[in-house]
């Protein structure tokens, strides 16, 4: 259960901010059972609990029961957490159920999509400060148009020329597998 909750943070804490640190993210770490991997799971494919379930446990607990399951990380990554959280508690409610749908749309991919959106949020953050602007708002752009319009938009001359071949397949897959919420128009 610890470890559950460990997990849950974790994810909650990087989805959360991920687009909104200018610094980038670390990858949030795995904490495996004893043997490699996680109850249920095969040896050697860990799979990921239920996050929602594991959400709403973590948001409903009170800062005093947080403390004990973040006590058991190692203490940078608890000083990481404990602002995160900080941060997260002292949002607008509205703003907090956006991040936590967020959170959701990132869990509701498979694993290899869910892999794929982390990397290229990591590669976003580590552009350059006038490169990551104008990737994220290509980023906003492309989530807010209906599919026809994004792919002729991505395989245009005028996109292929203004971006690298790399921040094209970084909004390419963004756009398609997380887009920004309610942004396709039907």
């Given at each position: 259960?610890?470890?559950a909750?460990?997990?849950?943070?974790?994810?909650?804490?990087?989805?959360g901010?991920a687009?909104?640190d200018?610094?980038g993210t670390?990858?949030?770490p795995?904490?495996?059972?004893?043997?490699?991997?996680?109850?249920?799971?095969?040896?050697?494919?860990?799979?990921?609990?239920?996050?929602?379930?594991?959400?709403e446990?973590?948001?409903?607990?009170t800062?005093?029961?947080?403390?004990?399951?973040i006590e058991?990380?190692?203490?940078?990554r608890?000083?990481?957490i404990?602002?995160?959280?900080?941060?997260?508690?002292?949002?607008?409610?509205?703003?907090?159920?956006?991040?936590l749908?967020?959170?959701q749309?990132?869990?509701?991919?498979p694993?290899d999509?869910?892999?794929?959106?982390?990397?290229?949020i990591?590669?976003?953050?580590?552009?350059?400060?006038?490169r990551?602007?104008?990737?994220r708002q290509e980023?906003?752009?492309?989530?807010?148009m209906?599919e026809?319009l994004r792919q002729?938009?991505?395989?245009?001359?005028?996109?292929?020329n203004r971006?690298?071949?790399?921040?094209?397949?970084?909004?390419r897959?963004?756009?398609?597998?997380y887009p920004?919420?309610?942004?396709r128009?039907?």
């Amino acid at each position: 259960m610890k470890r559950a909750l460990q997990f849950g943070a974790v994810l909650l804490l990087w989805a959360g901010g991920a687009f909104g640190d200018q610094k980038g993210t670390p990858q949030a770490p795995v904490v495996p059972r004893k043997g490699g991997a996680f109850k249920g799971a095969p040896k050697g494919a860990p799979k990921l609990a239920n996050p929602s379930n594991v959400l709403e446990r973590l948001m409903a607990m009170t800062p005093e029961q947080r403390d004990r399951v973040i006590e058991q990380l190692p203490p940078a990554r608890q000083a990481q957490i404990r602002q995160r959280l900080e941060r997260f508690d002292q949002l607008p409610p509205a703003e907090k159920e956006r991040q936590l749908q967020r959170a959701q749309a990132l869990w509701s991919l498979p694993p290899d999509k869910q892999n794929l959106v982390r990397r290229h949020i990591q590669a976003v953050n580590q552009l350059s400060d006038d490169r990551r602007v104008l990737v994220r708002q290509e980023y906003v752009r492309l989530s807010r148009m209906p599919e026809e319009l994004r792919q002729a938009r991505v395989n245009s001359e005028g996109f292929k020329n203004r971006f690298t071949p790399q921040e094209q397949e970084i909004l390419r897959d963004l756009s398609e597998y997380y887009p920004l919420p309610g942004g396709r128009d039907p």
